[in-house]
C-alpha cells in the first residue's frame, strides 16, 4: 500500500455551503488558486446543480486550475450529475462525486427508501457519472452511523459500478477514533473488490473529533482525507487540512506517511480564506491561531532562546510565518519592498509591484512603519478589489463629536456618472452610509452584520471592517481596510454594493438566456 495521503479540499463546497454569505465567482477563483499552490491534491469547487452561481465557479475554476483535479458534488441524480459534467468539461482533469445517504436513519426518515433502492440509486449513479470520467468518487452519507453490513455491501456495488475512490464520511462528526478506524478497518478486511478503490474519509467535527478521526482512518489504511482550511464546514466544520497535513509531517518519523502539500503555503493560504469567507481565525486554534507560535510563560521564553525545539515541535517558518527583519518605513525602495514579499512567500506574479509599492508608501506616510501584516493586508485588498466595478468612493469627509450632529459628504462614481451627497446619521459612519445608500439609490439592501478588526498592534494599527449584507433575499460579504475607521467601514460597503451589482448582471444574463436572446 502506497505512503502517499491524497488532500482533497472541500473548502470551496462543506466550507462555502455553512457561510453566512456566497462567495463570489472572483473570490472561489482566488481561494483555487491558493489551494493549487498550497499543493493539494483534489479541489472540491462546488455543487453545480444547486445555482447558477455555483455552475459559474465550478466552470471557471474547472476552467483555469491546472495542477490539481477539479471535483464536483451532486446527489445521485442524473440532473445533478448532468450539471456537474457541464460544469467540468472544460477541466483537464475532472473528478464527478456522487453521494447517496445510507444509515438507517436516513434512508428511512430522509429519503423514505428501502437499503435496496438506495443501493439501485447508487449504482445508477456511479454508472451515469462514468460516462463523464472515469474518475467517479462515490460517499455513503452518515457512514459513520451506517450498520456495517449495509455499509460493506454498499462499497463493493459502487466500486463493480466503476467509483475509483469510495468516500466514508462521518456526516455528523459521531463515532470516535477507535470506531471510526475499526469501520476502515472491517471495510478492508470484507469488501473483496476493495484494492480497485481508494478509500476516502470526510469527517465533520461536531465532538472535536474530525483530524483525530481522519489520522484513525490514514492508519487503517485510508488514503484520501477531505478536509477544509481552518476547518470550516457544516456545524462544528471538517477536518482542518492545516492541521492534518502538520500532523503528517511532524509526525512522519511515526507515521511514516506523505503528502503533497507545500507546507510554506499554509498561513497565507488560511488568512486568504478567513478573510474572504468571512470567518475569523481563533488566536489559539492549532497551526494558523496568532498565539501558535508565541510564547508567554517566562520558562517557556527563557527555553526557546536556548533551544527552539523545546517548545517548538514545528518551526512558524515551515508554515510560512516569517519573522521580520527589515524596518520598513516610507525611505523603503521598491527593491526592499520586493525582497520582503519573496521572504513572506510571495512569487513576483502574486502581486503588483507597482501598486504595492505606491500602497506601501501611502501606508508608511500614516503610519511611520510598516510591517508584515500590512504588506499582506495591501496584497489582498489590492487583489480583491473588482476588475469591472460599478460603484467607487472618490471623496470621503465625515464629522463627529461632542455636541455635533455626525454627517457626511461622499463623492461616489456610479457608472460613468460623479455624484456627491450630504447625510446625516447616529454616528459618522451611518452617516456615511446613509449617504451611500442616497446616492446609489438601493433600496433593497440590508445591513446584517458587522466586525470591526484591527491588523496589527497599537493605535495606527490598520482597521478592517467585514460586513455581511443582504440583497434581494441573499447574503453577500464585504471586506474594507484603511488606517481611518470610518474609510474601512465604507469601503466595505462599496465591496458589497458591487457584488449585489455583479450578482444582478449575472441573473440577467440567465434571464437572457433562457428567453432566447
Ligand atoms: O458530510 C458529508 O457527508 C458530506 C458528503 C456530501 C460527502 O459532505
Ligand atoms: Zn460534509
Given at each position: ?5 491524497l ?9 462555502e ?34 445555482s ?50 445510507t ?53 463493493e ?37 476493495i ?9 465533520h ?15 487503517q ?5 477531505e ?11 471538517n ?5 492534518i ?18 507546507s ?22 492549532a497551526i ?5 507560535f508565541?510564547?508567554?510563560?517566562g ?18 517558518e ?9 524596518n ?28 504595492l ?34 460603484y ?24 460613468q ?25 438601493i ?30 433575499g441573499?447574503?453577500f ?12 467601514g ?10 449585489t ?17
Open positions: 500500500m502506497s505512503n502517499q495521503i488532500l482533497f479540499d472541500t473548502t470551496l463546497r462543506d466550507g455551503q455553512a457561510l453566512a454569505a456566497s462567495l463570489t465567482v472572483k473570490e472561489k477563483l482566488q481561494i483555487a488558486f491558493a489551494l493549487e499552490r498550497l499543493g493539494v491534491d483534489i479541489i472540491e469547487a462546488g455543487f453545480p446543480v444547486s447558477p452561481g455555483d455552475f459559474e465557479s465550478v466552470r471557471a475554476i474547472a476552467q483555469q486550475i491546472k495542477h490539481a483535479r477539479v471535483c464536483g458534488l451532486a446527489r445521485a441524480l442524473e440532473k445533478d450529475i448532468d450539471a456537474c459534467g457541464e460544469a467540468l468539461r472544460v477541466a483537464e482533469q475532472f473528478r464527478i462525486h456522487t453521494f447517496i445517504a444509515s438507517e436513519i436516513h434512508v428511512s426518515e430522509k429519503l423514505r427508501k428501502s437499503n435496496d433502492a438506495v443501493l439501485e440509486m447508487a449504482v445508477a449513479a456511479v454508472k451515469h457519472a462514468r460516462k463523464y470520467t472515469d474518475d467517479v468518487e462515490f460517499s455513503c452519507e452518515d457512514a459513520g452511523r451506517t450498520h456495517i453490513d449495509y455499509l460493506c455491501r454498499i462499497t456495488a459502487a466500486i463493480n459500478a466503476g467509483a475509483k475512490t469510495i468516500n466514508i464520511p462521518d456526516t455528523v462528526g459521531y463515532t470516535t477514533p477507535t470506531e471510526f478506524g475499526g469501520i476502515i478497518q472491517t471495510l478492508f478486511n470484507r469488501v473483496p473488490n484494492d480497485k478503490a481508494t478509500i476516502s474519509v470526510h469527517c467535527n461536531d465532538l472535536g473529533l474530525a483530524v483525530a478521526n481522519s489520522l484513525a482512518a490514514v492508519e489504511g485510508a488514503r484520501q482525507i478536509c477544509t482550511i481552518n476547518g470550516i464546514g457544516e456545524r462544528a466544520g477536518c482542518a487540512l492545516e492541521e497535513a502538520m500532523i503528517l509531517q511532524t509526525r512522519e518519523d511515526l507515521l511514516g506517511l506523505q503528502t503533497n502539500i507545500n510554506g503555503e499554509i498561513s497565507r493560504t488560511s488568512k486568504l480564506v478567513s478573510n474572504l469567507c468571512n470567518m475569523p481565525v481563533q488566536s489559539n486554534k494558523v491561531g496568532a498565539n501558535a508565541s510564547h508567554s510563560s520558562i517557556h521564553q527563557d527555553g526557546v532562546l536556548k533551544a527552539q525545539n523545546t517548545y517548538e515541535i514545528m518551526t512558524p515551515s508554515v510560512g510565518i516569517n519573522k521580520n527583519s527589515l520598513l518605513t516610507s525611505r523603503s525602495g521598491r527593491h526592499v519592498i520586493k525582497h520582503r514579499m519573496h521572504e513572506l512567500g510571495y512569487q513576483d506574479d502574486d502581486f503588483d509591484l507597482t501598486r509599492y505606491d500602497d506601501f508608501l501611502e501606508l508608511a506616510d500614516k503610519k511611520g512603519q510598516v510591517f508584515d501584516y500590512d504588506l499582506e493586508a495591501l496584497v489582498f485588498f489590492d487583489q480583491i478589489k473588482q476588475e469591472e466595478t460599478q467607487e468612493l472618490k471623496y470621503l469627509h465625515a464629522s463627529a463629536g461632542q455636541s455635533v450632529i455626525p454627517s457626511a459628504t461622499v463623492e461616489m462614481r456610479i457608472g456618472q460623479e455624484i456627491k451627497q450630504v447625510a446625516i446619521g447616529s454616528g459618522p459612519l451611518e452617516a456615511a452610509y446613509n449617504a451611500i445608500l442616497n446616492v446609489t439609490g433600496e433593497a439592501f440590508e445591513l446584517v452584520d458587522f466586525k470591526l478588526d484591527s491588523k496589527g498592534e497599537g493605535a495606527d494599527a490598520l482597521a478592517q471592517v467585514s460586513l455581511i449584507g443582504e440583497y434581494k441573499r447574503k460579504n464585504g471586506v474594507g481596510l484603511s488606517t481611518d475607521i470610518v474609510e474601512a465604507v469601503n466595505a460597503l462599496i465591496y458589497v454594493l458591487n457584488n451589482y455583479l450578482a444582478d448582471k449575472i441573473d440577467q444574463q440567465k434571464q437572457q438566456k433562457i428567453a432566447g436572446i
